[in-house]
């Protein structure tokens, strides 16, 4: 007894000592069995807990309503037998009547007892009909209410108590194809659905009861069952039409069943139509699925654009301190490089567009201006940790929005380009390289988009971004296009190439990030618009950093864990394109021994 009940104490919590925790050594395939079995073990105690809560749920009302209706049920079972006082009255009035008749001689008939003539009314049987039935149908619900309870921790007590994983695997995947094929879900969802039955008679009951007292109360509880019942059936049929209404009733997928049988059947009458085989197909699929597969499938797939930007605003607005919001923030980058990128630019443009949104909705530029400020503030108080991830995980959304689109980069508020040029300049290198690769791209992405002094006169907030990046280098903005996006190159590497020396080591994700920066930076570049004097510029620049290598292979050996030599490599392999673009008499400003004469 103690054992079970500490078994069961232990399904709930999810804690049943199974194979995941004894890996067994001697197996190989050891490893894999436990993390089936733990995996397993997450989704059957979360089952194993909503089904409890429900039923507990169950149990509580069941209860409650049992007691209701034994109360009522005691009154009207009175009405299905003869009163024993009016029995009483009747035979005294029969016993005097007789005494009269002998005082005065005449022989008087006796009447049949009240015993043998008594029917009840009508409305008292159907009252107890109802009634009886109503608690039955409770009792009942209770009894199945435990039952689950007791299969729950029958199943979890087998699948996760044997004694290696791989056993332990096999049993539990046995027993919860049981689950699956013996419809366990779908009968936990739809005891609550005799609960409900319950209540109807009832309610049924106490208006037949009533009319037979009085007419006026019986009305007035009639009209109130009515209403009370008409909501119920909106409450069942609404999700039906509606797959996002949250009202439901256990009679809703049973009604959803039963419309799509009702569909196919009348379809398949006209199905030698390959229009009308076409409709049937996704009916059947969905029957298929289920109601509940169904409505999952409906909600990744209607309306993504509205429902995904519904939920970014839902996550910012939950946000209620910096760590969280740099949490979000730096989620950015992950999430406009996956899924339909047209759909999820337009998300992060909602979030950083004020036209876009209603005044209540959250605002991402004022919390990344809030972010990067509290990087370029940071008082002593402030964990230098903690400032350098702050700092590296803005500055990388940034960059990651300017290279998902250029129109985005113009939402950016103008004082969030001034902090992080200011961090561009930074005493920790990690910082100023990442604030570095940020503005790169962000004035890449604008010069990409608008040309022309025209464009940007068409777009002022564009031109005020990207003043507020170049800062003194203003003069880029009177080069041709293709000039200043080399010069933007030229500059990137002479900027880097200053805080290498401060650099201790050059760490994988610093190296990724020079380099995914030069390819953007390279990118959609052509020969014939740089000018000679431009690609003079870009190719002294690449040439001092391969100068840079050899200045040191007389001072230490292992070459390999230099950082000019990690920052040369990269530098080469993402310019490549750009300098075989060079003319002849630029490229020969390169040492003989770059990659670009490989």
Same mark, same amino acid.
């Not at 409900?196 to 009319?211: D, M, N, R």
């Not at 119920?232 to 039963?258: E, G, K, N």
């Not at 969030?416 to 920790?428: F, I, M, Q, V």
């Given at each position: 007894?103690?054992? +079970?009940?500490?078994?069961?104490?232990?399904?709930?919590?999810?804690?049943?000592?199974?194979?995941?925790?004894?890996?067994?050594? #001697?197996?190989?395939?050891?490893?894999?069995?436990?993390?089936?079995?733990?995996?397993?073990?997450?989704?059957?105690?979360?089952?194993?807990?909503?089904?409890?809560?429900?039923?507990?749920?169950?149990?509580?009302?069941?209860?409650?309503?049992?007691?209701?209706?034994?109360?009522?049920?005691?009154?009207?079972?009175?009405?299905?037998?003869?009163?024993?006082?009016?029995?009483?009255?009747?035979?005294?009035?029969?016993?005097?009547?007789?005494?009269?008749?002998?005082?005065?001689?005449?022989?008087?008939?006796?009447?049949?007892?009240?015993?043998?003539?008594?029917?009840?009314?009508?409305?008292?049987?159907?009252?107890?009909?109802?009634?009886?039935?109503?608690?039955?149908?409770?009792?009942?619900? #209770?009894?199945?209410? +435990?039952?689950?309870?007791?299969?729950?921790?029958?199943?979890?007590?087998?699948?996760? +108590?044997?004694? +290696?994983?791989?056993?332990?695997?096999?049993?539990?995947?046995?027993?919860?194809?049981?689950?699956?094929?013996?419809?366990?879900?779908?009968?936990?969802?739809?005891?609550?659905?005799?609960?409900?039955?319950?209540?109807?008679?009832?309610? #049924?009951?106490?208006?037949?009861?009533?009319?037979?007292?009085?007419?006026?109360?019986?009305?007035?509880?009639?009209?109130?069952?009515?209403?009370?019942?008409?909501?119920?059936?909106?409450?069942?049929?609404?999700?039906?039409?509606?797959?996002?209404?949250?009202?439901?009733?256990?009679?809703?997928?049973?009604?959803?069943?039963?419309?799509?049988?009702?569909?196919?059947?009348?379809?398949?009458?006209?199905?030698?139509?390959?229009?009308?085989?076409?409709?049937?197909?996704?009916?059947? %699929?969905?029957?298929?699925?289920?109601?509940?597969?169904?409505?999952?499938?409906?909600?990744?797939?209607?309306?993504?654009?509205?429902?995904?930007?519904?939920?970014?605003?839902?996550?910012?607005?939950?946000?209620?301190?910096?760590?969280?919001?740099?949490?979000?923030?730096?989620?950015?980058?992950?999430?406009?490089?996956?899924?339909?990128?047209?759909?999820?630019?337009?998300?992060?443009?909602?979030?950083?567009?004020?036209?876009?949104?209603?005044?209540?909705?959250?605002?991402?530029?004022?919390?990344?201006?809030?972010?990067?400020?509290?990087?370029?503030?940071?008082?002593?108080?402030?964990?230098?940790?903690?400032?350098?991830?702050?700092?590296?995980?803005?500055? =990388?959304?940034?960059?990651?929005?300017?290279?998902?689109?250029?129109?985005?980069?113009?939402?950016?508020?103008?004082?969030?380009?001034?902090?992080?040029?200011?961090?561009?300049?930074?005493?920790?290198?990690?910082?100023?390289?990442?604030?570095?690769?940020? /503005?790169?791209?962000?004035?890449?992405?604008?010069?990409?988009?608008?040309?022309?002094?025209?464009?940007?006169?068409?777009?002022?907030? #564009?031109?005020?971004?990207?003043?507020?990046?170049?800062?003194?280098?203003?003069?880029?903005?009177?080069?041709?296009?293709?000039?200043?996006?080399?010069?933007?190159?030229?500059?990137?590497?002479?900027?880097? =190439?200053? /805080?290498?020396?401060?650099?201790?080591?050059?760490?994988?994700?610093?190296?990724?990030?020079?380099?995914?920066?030069?390819?953007?930076?390279?990118?959609?570049?052509?020969?014939?618009?740089?000018?000679?004097?431009?690609?003079?510029?870009?190719?002294?620049?690449?040439? %001092?950093?391969?100068?840079?290598?050899?200045?040191?292979?007389?001072?230490?050996?292992?070459?390999?864990?230099?950082?000019?030599?990690?920052?040369?490599?990269?530098?080469?392999?993402?310019?490549?394109?750009?300098?075989?673009?060079?003319?002849?008499?630029?490229?020969?400003?390169?040492?003989?021994?770059?990659?670009?004469?490989?």
């Amino acid at each position: 007894m103690d054992s +079970t009940s500490k078994t069961d104490r232990d399904a709930e919590k999810g804690t049943v000592p199974g194979a995941h925790d004894r890996p067994d050594s #001697a197996d190989p395939s050891s490893k894999m069995w436990a993390l089936c079995i733990l995996k397993a073990n997450e989704h059957d105690t979360a089952m194993v807990k909503r089904w409890k809560a429900d039923m507990d749920g169950i149990l509580i009302y069941t209860g409650v309503f049992s007691v209701t209706v034994a109360a009522f049920v005691l009154e009207s079972i009175k009405l299905l037998q003869p009163d024993s006082s009016a029995v009483t009255a009747q035979l005294l009035r029969q016993a005097t009547q007789q005494l009269a008749a002998i005082s005065n001689g005449v022989q008087l008939v006796t009447p049949p007892t009240t015993d043998d003539t008594f029917r009840p009314p009508r409305h008292a049987v159907r009252v107890n009909i109802l009634w009886f039935l109503s608690l039955c149908l409770s009792l009942s619900c #209770a009894l199945l209410a +435990t039952l689950v309870q007791q299969w729950t921790r029958r199943y979890f007590r087998l699948a996760h +108590t044997d004694t +290696t994983p791989m056993r332990c695997v096999r049993t539990r995947t046995y027993l919860f194809d049981g689950v699956k094929s013996f419809r366990t879900r779908w009968v936990v969802e739809n005891i609550s659905l005799m609960m409900h039955a319950a209540i109807f008679l009832f309610f #049924a009951g106490l208006v037949e009861f009533l009319f037979a007292i009085n007419d006026e109360v019986a009305t007035v509880i009639l009209v109130t069952v009515c209403i009370f019942g008409a909501v119920y059936i909106f409450l069942t049929a609404f999700p039906v039409l509606y797959y996002q209404c949250p009202y439901q009733t256990p009679l809703t997928s049973s009604i959803w069943y039963t419309v799509h049988y009702i569909s196919i059947g009348a379809l398949w009458l006209f199905s030698c139509s390959k229009r009308i085989q076409a409709t049937i197909q996704p009916l059947r %699929e969905n029957v298929r699925k289920g109601y509940y597969n169904h409505l999952v499938d409906v909600a990744k797939d209607d309306e993504e654009l509205q429902i995904d930007e519904k939920a970014l605003k839902s996550a910012l607005t939950s946000c209620s301190d910096d760590s969280q919001l740099e949490t979000f923030v730096d989620a950015i980058p992950g999430y406009l490089r996956g899924g339909k990128k047209s759909y999820r630019i337009q998300n992060i443009r909602s979030l950083l567009n004020k036209q876009m949104n209603d005044p209540d909705d959250p605002q991402l530029s004022p919390h990344l201006d809030l972010l990067l400020t509290s990087c370029v503030d940071a008082d002593i108080s402030m964990d230098k940790g903690l400032r350098r991830q702050r700092a590296i995980t803005c500055a =990388r959304a940034i960059g990651e929005i300017s290279k998902a689109s250029a129109d985005l980069t113009t939402y950016l508020p103008i004082a969030t380009c001034g902090k992080l040029r200011h961090l561009s300049r930074d005493h920790d290198p990690a910082i100023a390289l990442e604030a570095l690769s940020a /503005l790169a791209i962000v004035e890449h992405a604008l010069l990409a988009r608008f040309d022309n002094k025209k464009d940007f006169d068409r777009h002022p907030t #564009a031109s005020q971004v990207l003043d507020a990046i170049v800062g003194e280098r203003r003069h880029h903005l009177h080069h041709g296009p293709g000039d200043r996006r080399l010069l933007i190159v030229t500059e990137f590497i002479s900027s880097v =190439r200053s /805080l290498i020396p401060l650099m201790e080591k050059l760490s994988y994700e610093d190296l990724e990030a020079i380099r995914k920066t030069l390819v953007k930076l390279c990118d959609k570049s052509d020969r014939e618009e740089f000018s000679p004097d431009a690609q003079r510029k870009f190719a002294e620049k690449l040439a %001092e950093v391969m100068r840079d290598v050899g200045e040191v292979k007389a001072e230490d050996q292992q070459l390999s864990k230099l950082p000019i030599l990690a920052f040369q490599r990269a530098v080469e392999l993402a310019t490549l394109e750009l300098v075989n673009a060079l003319e002849v008499e630029f490229k020969d400003l390169l040492p003989k021994g770059s990659i670009a004469f490989i």
